[in-house]
């Protein structure tokens, strides 16, 4: 995907400073993911090749929206998760111990889904496992 460089910082008038042409870099392998998709979905390209430029910036913001939306939903079900059972909360309060107050939350919100992606990601290959036969 491609990404702009941080808008120049305004001015003292309050007022953007004069902007430079922002940088976008280019992923070869994004890019090729892109134009197959392309390919293989020619009438959705016409019709986002057909919005007006608004609709199609205004689509992109909510995306990315959505994305946050998404990112705290997780977040607050995995600290209800730990939350809820006493002994974890206190391990994970252990964890966190030596952070600064206003860094625990997060931190233990970010400890929690890393566990939660590692136990999924665990019982999927036992589960996989079963199913090919294979005794774990």
Same mark, same amino acid.
């Given at each position: 995907?491609?990404?702009?460089?941080?808008? $120049?910082?305004?001015?003292?008038?309050?007022?953007?400073?004069?902007? &430079?042409?922002?940088?976008?870099?280019?992923?070869? &392998?994004? +890019?090729? #993911?892109?134009? $197959?998709?392309? #390919?293989?979905?020619?009438?959705?390209?016409?019709?986002?090749? $057909?919005?007006?430029?608004?609709?199609?910036?205004?689509?992109?913001?909510?995306?990315?929206?959505?994305?946050?939306?998404?990112?705290?939903?997780?977040?607050?079900?995995?600290?209800?998760?730990?939350?809820? +059972?006493?002994? *974890?909360?206190?391990?994970?309060? *252990?964890?966190? #111990?030596?952070?600064?107050? +206003?860094?625990?939350?997060?931190?233990?919100?970010?400890?929690?889904?890393?566990?939660?992606?590692?136990?999924?990601?665990?019982?999927?290959?036992?589960?996989?496992?079963?199913? &090919?036969?294979?005794?774990?």
């Amino acid at each position: 995907m491609s990404k702009m460089k941080p808008p $120049a910082p305004p001015s003292a008038g309050g007022n953007a400073a004069p902007a &430079e042409q922002p940088t976008f870099r280019s992923n070869p &392998e994004v +890019d090729a #993911k892109i134009d $197959a998709y392309i #390919k293989e979905n020619p009438k959705y390209w016409s019709y986002v090749q $057909a919005m007006p430029r608004e609709r199609l910036e205004r689509t992109v913001v909510l995306n990315e929206v959505r994305e946050l939306d998404r990112q705290q939903r997780i977040r607050e079900g995995v600290l209800k998760q730990i939350n809820r +059972d006493p002994e *974890l909360k206190r391990a994970y309060d *252990l964890l966190v #111990k030596d952070l600064p107050e +206003d860094q625990k939350e997060t931190v233990i919100a970010q400890i929690g889904r890393t566990a939660r992606r590692a136990v999924a990601r665990v019982q999927g290959q036992q589960q996989q496992q079963k199913a &090919e036969g294979v005794t774990v």
